[in-house]
């Protein structure tokens, strides 16, 4: 197989940094490496996965922007996405004692991503954790009144910013939430 033959022309050089601009509908770098569509031509040609190059490409542009703009709303509060997200989970149930193992299959994530997340949260009075006193190996979380109101108001703050998907329409939200479930079910 020959290596393949990236596209790169001094003549895309953009003249400022940041600036946007398209060519039949491809965005162009803001960075001088041409237009996107020569990438996934390029990419089609030698493996045959042009168009799933360029929505996986797609895809982690649109991750980093998105974990972006929560973050900054996360961060006025101290807290991580992990955090934030095992916080919202115990909101929405409050009144229930949550197995930390049933959260992290929830979220797709290691069980000690929880844990940790469960010890900081208890650590700044927003959870609380308890163990099953028939079985030690469970353990569970419940929110406390203090970690309700902090979710109420973060999650206030991120529907504003309708989470970060404000460019989209509601349609365009259901039908991005059907097509990343065939990747990523959440359970």
């Known amino acids: 197989m020959s290596p393949i033959r990236w596209p790169i022309r001094s003549d895309w ?72 997200s095992v916080l919202t989970i115990l909101h929405l149930a409050p009144d229930e004692n949550i197995a930390l193992g049933r959260i992290a299959r929830a979220l797709g994530v290691h069980g000690t991503t929880i844990t940790n997340s469960v010890d900081r949260l208890v650590e700044l009075g927003l959870a609380e954790r308890t163990v099953d006193s028939s079985d030690r190996r469970s353990v569970f979380a419940t929110i406390t009144a203090q970690g309700l109101a902090l979710s109420d108001q973060i999650l206030r703050k991120l529907a504003e910013t309708q989470f970060g998907l404000a460019p989209l329409t509601n349609s365009e939200v259901r039908t991005l ?7 990523a079910p959440l359970s």
């Open 13 to 84: 050089m953009t003249p400022e940094p940041g600036t946007r601009w398209t060519e039949g509908g491809q965005h162009m770098s803001t960075e001088g490496v041409g237009p996107m569509s020569i990438y996934r031509d390029a990419v089609d040609a030698e493996y045959g996965v042009g168009d799933r190059y360029q929505a996986a490409l797609q895809l982690m542009v649109a991750e980093r922007q998105l974990v972006g703009s929560i973050g900054d709303v996360l961060s006025l509060h101290g807290l991580t996405r992990p955090q934030w």
């Open 177 to 183: 939430s059907r097509i990343l479930t065939k990747l």
